[in-house]
């Protein structure tokens, strides 16, 4: 009596079962975070688009199809291309202070070692602190009668100094400007400092022992080193501009005469105060479009200048 013996199966049949029930296996477990996104962001985001395509002041079902009509109100709406303008003027003074200070401050603190603990602390508190209330403060400090900026301009015999810093147009934006680089830059400061202590001990000893200079190992070895870590440094100072709201908004309410009204507080001023829901929707989808296409842009250029170390 002879046994019949079945046929081994293929080395590369039992890795693609493997394969496909680890696929399984991660989709299962990926799917309550699918379905959270879908409920709180890709819901939300399709409802607002289509909401840019009606006109509707937000009561009762009285919501009327426009079309494009908000879309080309907004390309052809002076305030808002003004606020893109001070968005982009945000992003970019924001990214030339924030960044290069704060990579400054952690290479700073790592070299300290155990002694900076402190500094750290003191320089992690801005980060704490709600924007509404750093809003509030500098706010007060800006005050042109009652601010200590204008009265230490005042006491030093330096009046020429003293302004009105949130009511003159022409300072509105750079005041905020510099409160948002204050509040943020202890962030970039750790994301920074997350980098360095990843970075090997061998590679600034034995530049050190060739005779470099802390300068060089700074330009040459650091910061190439760190170029993963800024470029998302550089993509999330760009978004978080580009979305800028609660300090503005505290701080100016997008005055005076729109000066510093960046494209949130506008939207935010149409849907809530002028109660126009499609226009808003509009506005809030352009948003959303500037800041993919912005970040893809930012990505794409940043990735050509990547170097080995």
């Given amino acids: 009596m002879s046994l019949v013996t079945k046929p081994p199966i293929p080395?590369?049949?039992l890795a693609q079962q493997t394969q496909r029930s680890q696929a399984w296996v991660a989709a299962l477990f990926l799917l309550p975070a699918i379905l959270l996104l879908g409920v709180f962001l890709l819901y939300p985001l399709l409802a607002?688009?289509?909401l840019s395509f009606v006109e509707w002041n937000g009561l009762g079902n009285t919501a009327k199809y426009?079309?494009?009509?908000?879309?080309?109100?907004?390309f052809q709406d002076a305030v808002f291309l003004r606020t893109v303008v001070n968005n982009l003027t945000l992003a970019a003074l924001s990214i030339l202070i924030q960044l290069p200070i704060a990579l400054?401050?952690?290479?700073?603190?790592?070299?300290?070692g155990r002694r900076s603990s402190i500094l750290k602390i003191l320089y992690f508190l801005p980060l704490l602190m709600s924007s509404v209330a750093i809003g509030t403060i500098f706010r007060n400090l800006y005050d042109p009668n009652f601010g200590p900026i204008n009265a230490a301009f005042t006491a030093l015999h330096l009046n020429g100094l003293a302004q009105d810093w949130l009511g003159n147009p022409s300072l509105a934006l750079a005041a905020v400007i510099l409160v948002v680089c204050w509040q943020n830059i202890p962030f970039y400061m750790l994301l920074f400092l997350a980098g360095l202590s990843s970075m090997p001990a061998e590679l600034r000893e034995a530049a050190t022992?060739?005779?470099?200079?802390?300068?060089?190992?700074?330009r040459r070895i650091t910061i190439p080193f760190l170029q993963g870590t800024l470029r998302t440094a550089l993509v999330l100072s760009l978004i978080g501009s580009l979305r800028y709201f609660d300090?503005?908004?505290?701080?100016?309410?997008?005055?005076?005469?729109?000066s510093s009204e960046v494209m949130a507080t506008?939207?935010?001023?149409?849907?809530?105060?002028?109660?126009?829901?499609?226009?808003?929707?509009?506005i809030s989808s352009a948003m959303f479009v500037i800041v993919i296409v912005a970040s893809a842009l930012t990505l794409r250029s940043t990735q050509r200048f990547e170097t080995e170390v």
């Fill in 104 to 112: 400054v401050l952690a290479f700073m603190l790592d070299k300290a």
């Fill in 209 to 218: 022992l060739d005779g470099a200079s802390e300068g060089v190992i700074f």
């Fill in 11 to 13: 080395q590369r049949s």
């Fill in 48 to 50: 607002n688009f289509r």
């Fill in 266 to 282: 506008y939207m935010y001023r149409t849907v809530f105060s002028g109660f126009n829901i499609g226009y808003g929707a509009a």
């Fill in 247 to 258: 300090l503005v908004y505290v701080m100016t309410g997008g005055g005076p005469s729109g």
């Fill in 66 to 74: 426009v079309g494009l009509q908000n879309w080309n109100q907004l």
